[in-house]
């Protein structure tokens, strides 16, 4: 069964200490920092996350399913920005349909092993054990804002 993710103090900690080195436009490999509006408060939310290219698209995955930040890009209607190698971007992210984001789950997981323990599927599995889960963890394309 899958791990459920909780967010710790050192959780923390390190995503605000890997924002501003990205921020400051220090190379971070495939991290980009994505502020999007609350959808509460309205105001600006920011969150480092790893994103996947694959045939010259974009894609950010969450990996610990729907939680803060896809909550709130659904509510501000996939509208945000990214930060990456000292130059931000506004953007268009749109929600990949699951059927899509099935291997692209599986080429997350492969990449990021950090992640496996909160997928069911496991790095060597078949596409169509992504798919039974692609519900799960919603995938979302970078598109131009």
């Known amino acids: 069964m899958a791990k459920t993710y909780s967010l710790s103090g050192g959780t923390k900690a ?4 890997l924002k501003t080195l990205i921020q400051l436009g220090v190379p971070s490999g495939s991290t980009v920092v994505l502020t999007v509006p609350g959808r509460r408060t309205r105001q600006p939310r920011s969150i480092p996350l ?3 290219v ?3 698209r974009r ?3 969450a990996p610990y399913g729907e939680v803060g930040w896809v909550q709130n890009v659904r509510a501000a209607d996939g509208r945000a920005q990214i930060r990456y190698r000292g130059r931000t971007e ?3 992210l749109q929600e990949v349909p699951a059927a899509a984001a099935a291997p692209l789950l599986k080429q997350y997981v492969e990449k990021y092993k950090i992640v496996a323990p ?4 496991k790095a ?3 596409v169509e054990r ?11 394309e970078i598109l131009p804002g």
């Open 90 to 92: 506004n953007v268009r």
């Open 50 to 52: 790893n994103f996947l």
């Open 54 to 56: 694959e045939d010259g």
């Open 130 to 140: 992504f798919a039974a889960e692609a519900d799960k963890h919603p995938v979302f």
């Open 59 to 61: 894609y950010l995955v």
């Open 14 to 17: 390190f995503n605000a200490f």
């Open 118 to 121: 909160y997928f069911d599927a």
């Open 124 to 126: 060597g599995d078949p």
